[in-house]
């Protein structure tokens, strides 16, 4: 791992097939904010009245929040992506990866659709970012 904190290097790149079939660049974030991802459920569990716990694998989604800064040329991308699932009435889905090499990290993201996104900036003195929601069949770790 290289040891730094920055995100100033991360790249992150998403292709849709049919779609974005090379890979489109996300960028212009805002700016305290590249995306949020919660916790991932990774066990069911239940407690039995005499007190023994039991659990049990289960699979669940990945979500990933991007935050973009109303001037990012990357809401192009989203915006094209949810206007064009609305006219087919259909959805896309799409692959990833982001790199940040000040952790010597890279996580490739499968299988994933835009599940909300902001169709407009909320205006205030100065348009707001905007957020879109990407879930994620999975995400995997590996070393750069």
């Keep these: 791992m290289a040891g730094t904190l920055t995100a100033a290097d991360a790249v992150i790149t998403l292709t849709v097939a049919g779609l974005f079939p090379s890979p489109v660049r996300i960028q212009g974030f805002s700016a305290d904010n590249v995306y949020d991802s919660p916790n991932q459920a990774l066990n069911e569990t239940a407690m039995g009245v005499d007190g023994r716990l039991s659990a049990g694998f289960i699979y669940s989604p990945v979500d990933q929040n991007f935050t973009l800064q109303a001037d990012s040329d990357s809401l192009d991308f989203f915006e094209t992506l949810s206007d ?61």
Aim: aromatic residues 8%; proline residues 7%.
């Design 84 to 144: 064009t699932m609305q006219q087919v009435r259909d959805t896309y889905f799409m692959n990833g990866n982001t790199t940040i090499p000040a952790q010597g990290k890279t996580y490739v993201m499968t299988r994933g659709v835009l599940v909300d996104f902001a169709s407009l900036p909320t205006l205030n003195k100065i348009a707001a970012p905007r957020r879109a929601l990407i879930r994620w069949q999975s995400i995997q770790a590996v070393p750069n």
